[in-house]
């Protein structure tokens, strides 16, 4: 498994724009783009390259099994050693394929650091919708461990309502 940074190295981007609007037409075409962008803060690849490309506040990871993209996850909410992550699992490594690279990802998350050895994360932190059992089953599986449910913390486009999240973290010490 490889997990490759979205980033840009002496002003060329780790993945073109085509391959990053791709990603986004697959979870389109699998079913998971409005369960990830519940909220409809993405509906389209134009908006899902500009979150990542123009927003330094998210952090994108292209997670790659046999060379394929098996899944994506990006942080944001970066500060004082703390992140939140965010999770699209592609149809090819749903089940347990997706639970190790749940798990693998959280470690390399955990376990990136700076120039000068120091870790970037001691907590990671999700923020979950209640409704969404499967994906609040697989963080739990991945080692993440639920702190509790916030009433109305999270916007349900397409019900046009707030809806309760469940909170969860995992420390490099899990």
């Given at each position: 498994?490889?997990?490759?940074?979205?980033?840009?190295?002496?002003?060329?981007r780790?993945?073109?724009?085509t391959?990053i609007?791709?990603l986004?037409?697959?979870?389109?075409?699998?079913?998971?783009?409005?369960?990830?962008?519940?909220?409809?803060?993405?509906?389209?690849?134009?908006?899902?390259?500009n979150?990542?490309?123009h927003?330094?506040?998210?952090?994108?990871f292209?997670?790659?099994?046999?060379?394929?993209?098996?899944?994506?996850?990006?942080?944001?909410?970066?500060?004082?050693?703390?992140?939140?992550?965010?999770?699209?699992?592609f149809?090819?490594?749903?089940?347990?394929?997706?639970i190790?690279?749940?798990k693998?990802a959280?470690q390399?998350?955990?376990n990136?650091?700076?120039?000068?050895?120091?870790?970037?994360h001691?907590?990671i932190?999700?923020?979950?919708?209640?409704?969404?059992?499967?994906?609040v089953?697989?963080?739990q599986?991945i080692?993440?461990?639920?702190?509790?449910?916030i009433?109305?913390?999270?916007?349900?486009?397409?019900?046009?309502?707030?809806?309760?999240?469940?909170?969860?973290?995992?420390?490099?010490?899990?």
């Amino acid at each position: 498994m490889t997990i490759i940074p979205y980033t840009e190295l002496d002003g060329i981007r780790t993945f073109s724009d085509t391959v990053i609007k791709d990603l986004y037409r697959r979870m389109v075409e699998e079913g998971t783009a409005k369960r990830v962008f519940f909220d409809g803060s993405v509906s389209n690849e134009e908006a899902f390259l500009n979150m990542f490309k123009h927003n330094p506040e998210n952090h994108l990871f292209v997670i790659k099994t046999d060379g394929e993209p098996a899944a994506i996850a990006w942080l944001n909410g970066v500060r004082n050693y703390t992140a939140t992550a965010h999770f699209c699992l592609f149809k090819r490594v749903w089940g347990k394929k997706g639970i190790e690279v749940g798990k693998r990802a959280i470690q390399f998350f955990l376990n990136m650091k700076d120039w000068d050895g120091r870790y970037y994360h001691d907590v990671i932190t999700g923020l979950t919708p209640s409704c969404n059992r499967l994906a609040v089953r697989w963080i739990q599986k991945i080692g993440m461990k639920i702190l509790g449910e916030i009433p109305n913390v999270i916007w349900d486009a397409e019900n046009q309502e707030s809806v309760p999240g469940v909170i969860s973290y995992i420390t490099r010490e899990a």
